[in-house]
């Protein structure tokens, strides 16, 4: 086993090492370390803030979010149904106020961007208008062990079209003995599907390894066969750079309440890509809040919907939820954009991937699946731990260190920018090398 304390070059000239010292010094030299304080970090068994590294399935409560839903509350108290016309931002418009800093998260113009539902109905919705399978064209290529509800979403809009799942699904696994996909696979079996490919669905970051796809290869190769592409953000929105515009992605949706911090049963982000925003022949399924504003009260027979992702929407918007996400979103705006956060994310994710190293474990007791390549994965480590998982994962918790169990043996960890110190990920370091030294 190699020394805690020894040095490692890494390639973005990062020198790190396990003494608390390194550790605040990272922190008093973080300018978004103040972020930190924006956050309700909660108590550990011990009453201190817990290490938390649970950002990948739910973010922190920001302060701000209370007071953001406080005002929508004296909306409703003093204004009630003038609620939706009045006040300083009235309901029926309040999902237009998200379209820019949204647009900003995922790389795309506001026109392309809609907040609404959750991330399952999402993917619903834009299934119907971008899988429209024929007797030829049918295939849906997705990554093999996807997130469940994806996988479920997929087989019944199979079923929806008359088709067995299993004929119409085509999943692709990683090579023996990999972890992870590699982009020429799946380039190639796209090329293979050819003519047969109605679409390919990929998470933008497959949420067990935590991989990072090249969205904008695949994205290419699926054109190329005259397939559509989406993708499920719901592990990349808020945690790396995207540029869903100029990857010529045709339609992704995310949820808002991982990365983006906006609470449980938080709203949902959609992007339909330009080329589709003035499509009213498009088939969708419709709803009033869709219908093109102008006359959207004038409720006459006939859909005519909105132009750009807001012709998507169904219901009216749900304002509550908005209000917090609204308050995020402002977050993410002062913090500099995803762009900044992501600089302080490779560094705080590098040193937990290097404190990890110096375990010195061999790979059948334990092994990191996520890329080595920061370029290959956002804030998320994914440890798969052949020996003791489960008893390693409640050592953590103990201490204050909160990690995620995936079964049948992944400890997932999530340094996330906003709110995580470094002092956190050698807390959580510490830990690990006291339990692998017992
Ligand atoms: C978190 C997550 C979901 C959850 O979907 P909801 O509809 O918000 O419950 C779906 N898909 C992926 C890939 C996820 O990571």
Same mark, same amino acid.
């Given at each position: ?5 020894? @040095?490692?070059?890494? @390639? ?130 997705? &990554? ?11 087989? +019944? ?7 067995? @799942? ?11 003995? &990999? ?139 749900? =304002? %509550? ?29 590098? !040193? ?11 790979? +059948?007791?334990? &092994? ?14 994914? %440890? ?22 995936? &079964? ?6 999530? @340094?996330?920018?906003? !709110?995580? +110190?470094?002092?956190? =990920? ?13």
């Amino acid at each position: 086993m190699r020394g805690l304390t020894e @040095p490692a070059l890494l @390639p973005t000239r990062m020198t790190y090492d396990a003494s608390p010292a390194f550790a605040a010094a990272q922190d008093a030299a973080d300018s978004l370390a103040p972020f930190r304080q924006e956050f309700h970090i909660p108590p550990g068994p011990d009453g201190q803030p817990t290490a938390y590294f649970c950002g990948n399935s739910l973010g922190l409560l920001p302060k701000a979010a209370r007071a953001a839903v406080e005002a929508e509350f004296k909306s409703w108290e003093t204004q009630a149904v003038e609620g939706h016309f009045h006040g300083e931002s009235p309901w029926m418009y309040y999902q237009d106020t998200l379209a820019d800093a949204t647009a900003r998260v995922v790389g795309a113009k506001p026109i392309e961007v809609v907040v609404m539902n959750t991330l399952t109905v999402n993917l619903h919705l834009l299934l119907i208008s971008f899988y429209q399978p024929t007797a030829t064209r049918y295939k849906v290529l997705m &990554e093999g062990g996807a997130f469940p509800s994806d996988q479920y979403a997929l087989e +019944s809009q199979a079923r929806l079209h008359g088709l067995d @799942p299993a004929e119409a699904i085509v999943e692709m696994t990683p090579r023996p003995g &990999e972890h992870t996909l590699r982009t020429e696979d799946i380039e190639a079996k796209i090329a293979e599907l050819g003519d047969s490919l109605a679409t390919v669905i990929f998470g933008g970051i497959n949420y067990y390894t935590g991989q990072v796809f090249d969205m904008a290869a695949i994205t290419k190769a699926g054109h190329a066969v005259g397939a559509t592409v989406g993708f499920d953000l719901a592990h990349a929105a808020g945690n790396v750079v995207l540029s869903l515009h100029d990857w010529d992605v045709d339609f992704a949706c995310w949820c808002t309440y991982k990365y983006l911090n906006s609470g449980p049963g938080g709203t949902s982000g959609v992007f339909i890509n330009e080329r589709f925003a003035h499509r009213p022949d498009l088939l969708r399924l419709a709803g009033w809040w869709g219908y093109d504003p102008k006359e959207r009260f004038q409720m006459k027979p006939g859909f005519r919907p909105s132009p750009g992702a807001a012709g998507w929407q169904l219901s009216c918007g749900q =304002v %509550l939820p908005m209000a917090v996400h609204r308050a995020n979103l402002d977050i993410f705006d002062r913090a500099g954009g995803v762009a900044a956060l992501r600089q302080k994310s490779e560094k705080l994710t590098g !040193y937990l991937e290097y404190l990890i190293q110096q375990l010195g474990l061999p790979k +059948s007791k334990f &092994e990191i699946i996520t890329p080595a390549d920061p370029g290959q994965r956002g804030c998320q480590l994914s %440890l798969l731990v052949n020996e003791r998982g489960r008893e390693l994962f409640d050592f953590l918790a103990a201490r204050g260190i909160i990690a995620d169990w995936r &079964e049948p043996n992944v400890i997932r960890l999530a @340094p996330v920018p906003l !709110y995580n +110190s470094f002092e956190d =990920v050698r807390r959580a370091g510490a830990a690990l090398a006291e339990f692998y030294s017992a």
